[in-house]
């Protein structure tokens, strides 16, 4: 890090205590980060951990994340290993010994984090891809029909779309809701439950919407489907699809007791992880539908065929759906330490600050007569996404509104718009308190 002439004159090098100088003949003056102690009780002390710009009020943490010190560190330690030698520390990394593969210890990491199997990840580049690979590797026929909801998100919707045309098989979308006041655990599963056709192989839901801020019962809705999987043949049973990616990091629950059969997300937005990585995780015998689309660098068994000119042997395992050929494997392997950094803090503790503060805010929205709250009130129907709408105002403007004060919003990109906050943990109650006051001034 090259320190910038205005930190030394604002002070905040020495003052941040976040940084040692070091003399470099090459470079001039350089900066290391040393590890800066973090009381993981402490949310002050947890927010010192980021670069996130001081005079913003940072509330769209559920979009990019900025990633916490130890996982910079990580970052820098592989880049500078790639840049001195790259085929050395990629051989020995990625192609030596079981024990030493690093992608195989994001694998652990994140088994820990979903309480699964390290073997049942596939690491991907983003919660897009996850659903890419699962959609284009299903091997579904002209008569079936994936059944979604009209709350996904455009990537998750086209996903559906680009397999469904590959496959030949049909798309059926439901409207779960169409205001906050009608959304219940019960209800939208019993929707759910009489949606289920003989056609239906594949259900496919959002674990939190980004449209709305609405939390699914995601594992009422796999219960309905294990129920409706009691009276169908082996090779007919429903799969069961969620896009999990704004509920992974902010709602302390296994995904491995979710009660899906593949579960994809980003690790680049509430883990906290480097940009472009992801995962998906599923149990062995649902990997077993997958035919990999895009070949992997982590599997031996279809290199081994290859080579030997065979078709791989078994079934497809989690590895063979982790996209190849090379990746930015210092952001991959920087995973490691987000699942660590959220393990310090705690899953429950994250979970039960983003509830909070969120929640906060949304009591805060519902008491403005200017203001309508598209996100329910229960935490057990919403997590870290907050929408809402001001009377007579387009959400862009809303958002511009807030920018003019320091606070990062945003307009959802959906058919119907909506202003979004997401408070996240590096947020306070003062960030929440601010944004309320500049909300009740546009009455
Ligand atoms: C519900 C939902 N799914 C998927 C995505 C895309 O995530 P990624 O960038 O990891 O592909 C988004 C984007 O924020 C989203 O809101």
């Given at each position: ?59 769209s943490n559920f ?25 050395t520390y990629l ?153 999990g990616v704004h ?197």
């Amino acid at each position: 890090m090259v320190i910038a002439r205005r930190d030394f004159l604002k002070g905040t090098v020495t003052a941040s205590l976040a940084s040692s100088l070091l003399l470099s003949p090459a470079v001039g003056v350089i900066a290391r980060e040393l590890p800066l102690e973090m009381d993981p009780h402490d949310w002050a002390s947890i927010r010192a951990q980021f670069k996130l710009a001081s005079e913003v009020v940072h509330l769209s943490n559920f979009f990019l994340a900025s990633t916490p010190l130890p996982v910079r560190e990580a970052m820098a330690r592989h880049r500078q290993a790639f840049d001195e030698n790259p085929y050395t520390y990629l051989e020995d990394h990625m192609f030596g010994a079981a024990q030493d593969m690093l992608w195989r210890k994001v694998c652990v990491a994140a088994a820990d984090y979903v309480n699964g199997q390290a073997e049942e990840i596939a690491l991907t580049t983003s919660t897009t891809q996850g659903l890419s690979m699962i959609y284009n590797g299903l091997r579904l026929q002209p008569h079936q029909e994936i059944l979604t909801t009209t709350h996904e998100w455009y990537t998750h919707d086209e996903a559906m779309r680009l397999a469904s045309l590959k496959w030949g098989a049909s798309i059926r979308r439901i409207d779960l809701y169409q205001h906050r006041d009608e959304v219940s655990a019960e209800r939208i599963v019993e929707q759910v439950r009489h949606a289920i056709m003989p056609a239906t192989r594949v259900v496919a839901m959002t674990w939190v919407h980004s449209g709305t801020g609405v939390r699914l019962p995601i594992k009422d809705i796999g219960t309905v489907i294990i129920e409706a999987n009691r009276k169908r043949e082996q090779n007919n049973q429903i799969l069961y699809v969620v896009d999990g990616v704004h509920g992974f990091g902010c709602i302390d629950q296994d995904v491995s007791d979710l009660g899906c059969d593949f579960f994809s997300s980003g690790t680049h937005k509430w883990i906290l992880g480097p940009h472009g990585t992801g995962l998906v995780w599923a149990k062995e015998a649902s990997w077993a539908h997958i035919i990999p689309t895009i070949p992997s660098i982590m599997a031996s068994e279809p290199a081994n065929a290859w080579r030997q000119e065979r078709a791989p042997m078994g079934a497809t395992q989690a590895c063979w759906v982790s996209p190849g050929g090379f990746l930015a494997f210092e952001n991959q392997w920087g995973v490691i330490e987000a699942f660590e950094f959220i393990k310090q803090i705690g899953r429950k503790r994250i979970a039960d600050r983003v509830a909070q503060l969120n929640g906060a805010l949304k009591e805060g929205l519902e008491q403005m007569h200017h203001v309508t709250l598209h996100t329910p009130l229960q935490p057990e129907l919403s997590a870290g996404i907050v929408c809402c709408e001001v009377k007579g105002m387009e959400p862009r403007a809303v958002v511009s509104a807030l920018k003019n004060h320091s606070i990062i919003a945003s307009a959802t990109p959906y058919r119907q718009s909506t202003v979004r906050f997401s408070a996240g943990i590096v947020n306070s109650t003062a960030d929440i308190e601010k944004t309320l006051k500049v909300m009740a001034s546009l009455a």
